[in-house]
Every structure is written in structure tokens, then in C-alpha cells.
């Protein structure tokens, strides 16, 4: 079936580090979006993508859609320990109905001061 | 607060009970969706409405699980005879009609879920 995988599971950076955790399909998606979710509360809107090489950033956060919109990229630079949290992405199917995302199951970031 | 709300936010049923679980979206949002969460996966898709209309619902969802938006504004989702499997974290999300700067139709405003553990 269609799955939207991610990786790293588990992220541990040290604070001021750059990391990148990343997004794939095995199908094309339409469009994509990113969320973050902190410890003991709910998802949060970060982002959308939708058009094929889709770059846009955030302050520290850039976010990247792949040419064959497969996969997607979060970089975070300069960790904070305010981005400690799971960020998860969300791939929408060209055949699947409008607004029926599919999550992954998140990469979980833990940061040390 | 304007955000989406949901009640209760903890509940706690013995297997084979049924519970109703109620989400207030924010208001003149006209779609609205049903996740369930456990711990260290991401929010599994159950089923989405569009105004008072049900427009999908996940195969992953059995026929315990029911869920309504009669007015087209809170939504109730309830699950009967309940199971163990059951347990989980159960997220409403509601998406806005119009566009923004950063949001589109498209963008989920997640309310901070209802816990259920079924003993």
C-alpha cells in the first residue's frame, strides 16, 4: 500500500548542531506538509509543499520537496532546545480524497544543552 | 481560546463499554477529521467530514467505530465494545475554508486530544 516513511526514528543533537530528517513515499504524492509535535501535546502545523523542487524556510527550519515529489527534507540549523519535539510529515496521494493526509510516524528529536 | 477543543480529555472504560468522545472544531471551519495516535507512531487517519457531510472513512476503522457532525460543527466519534486495542490517543483536527499568507484549505488545527485506556 501507500506509505509515507521517515528516518531518522530518533534524532539526539547537541544544542547549536545542524540536522536533517527526511520524508519518502514509495508513490508520488501531491503535495506534502510538516508538523511538529511537543512532549505531551498535539501536532502543529509547520508547513505545505506542493510543487516539485519546493524549497521554503522557516527562521532555522528549511524545507525541501523532492523533483519526483517522493521525498521531502527538514534541515534544522543552529538546534535549540526549543525544537526538541517529534516532527512528523504528512503526504497527500493523488487518489486519495481531498484532506486525507498520511502521517509518518515522526522523527523524535531530543536536544542536549 | 479560538482553537479546537475536545472532551474529555481523558477517559478511562472497562473493555466492552462504550464511549462517545466530542470535538469542537474552530469555528466556521467546515472540514473536520478524526486521527488516532499511539505512542511513537503518527496520527493515523479514521475519517473526515466536510460540513455535516462524512466524505471518507479509513478500511482501518471497524464497524464499533461511528462517527457524526450533525450541524455541521462539533463532531462526536463513538466506539463501542470497546477493546484494549482500543487504547489510544483519539486527535480532532479542523481545516479552514479560505486561504491565508502561510495556511490554505488544506492546513490541519489539531485539538489536544482525548486519551483512552480501556482496561
Known amino acids: 500500500g501507500q506509505q509515507v516513511m521517515q528516518i531518522p526514528q530518533y534524532q539526539h543533537v547537541q544544542e547549536g548542531e545542524d540536522f536533517t530528517t527526511y520524508c519518502n513515499s514509495s508513490?508520488?504524492?501531491?503535495?506534502i506538509q510538516w508538523y511538529k509535535q511537543r512532549p505531551g501535546g498535539h501536532p502543529v502545523f509547520l508547513i505545505q509543499?506542493?510543487?516539485?523542487?519546493e524549497v521554503k524556510k522557516q527562521k532555522r527550519l528549511t524545507f525541501q520537496f523532492g523533483e519526483a515529489k517522493k521525498n521531502s527534507s527538514l534541515h534544522i540549523t543552529a538546534t535549540q532546545t526549543t525544537d526538541v519535539g517529534t516532527y512528523f510529515c504528512a503526504g497527500k496521494h493523488p487518489t486519495d480524497s481531498w484532506g486525507k493526509f498520511q502521517f509518518g510516524a515522526g522523527t523524535q528529536v531530543v536536544v542536549t544543552p | 481560546d479560538t482553537g479546537v477543543s475536545q472532551d474529555p480529555r481523558h477517559k478511562i472504560t472497562k473493555r466492552g463499554q462504550n464511549v462517545t468522545f466530542r470535538c469542537d472544531p474552530i469555528?466556521?471551519?467546515?472540514?473536520l477529521y478524526w486521527y488516532r495516535q499511539t505512542l511513537g507512531q503518527g496520527p493515523e487517519f479514521l475519517t473526515y467530514f466536510q460540513n455535516e457531510a462524512q466524505l471518507e472513512k479509513s478500511r482501518l476503522l471497524s464497524d464499533r467505530f461511528s462517527a457524526e457532525r450533525p450541524k455541521g460543527s462539533f463532531s462526536t466519534l463513538e466506539i463501542q465494545r470497546t477493546e484494549q486495542g482500543d487504547s489510544a490517543m483519539y486527535l480532532c483536527?479542523?481545516?479552514?475554508?479560505?486561504?491565508?499568507?502561510?495556511?490554505?484549505?488544506?492546513?490541519?488545527?489539531f485539538g489536544p486530544g482525548t486519551r483512552l485506556l480501556v482496561l
Open positions: 509543499l506542493v510543487k516539485s523542487g
Open positions: 508513490t508520488t504524492l501531491s503535495n
Open positions: 483536527a479542523s481545516s479552514p475554508r479560505t486561504y491565508t499568507r502561510h495556511t490554505n484549505q488544506e492546513t490541519q488545527y
Open positions: 469555528s466556521e471551519h467546515n472540514r
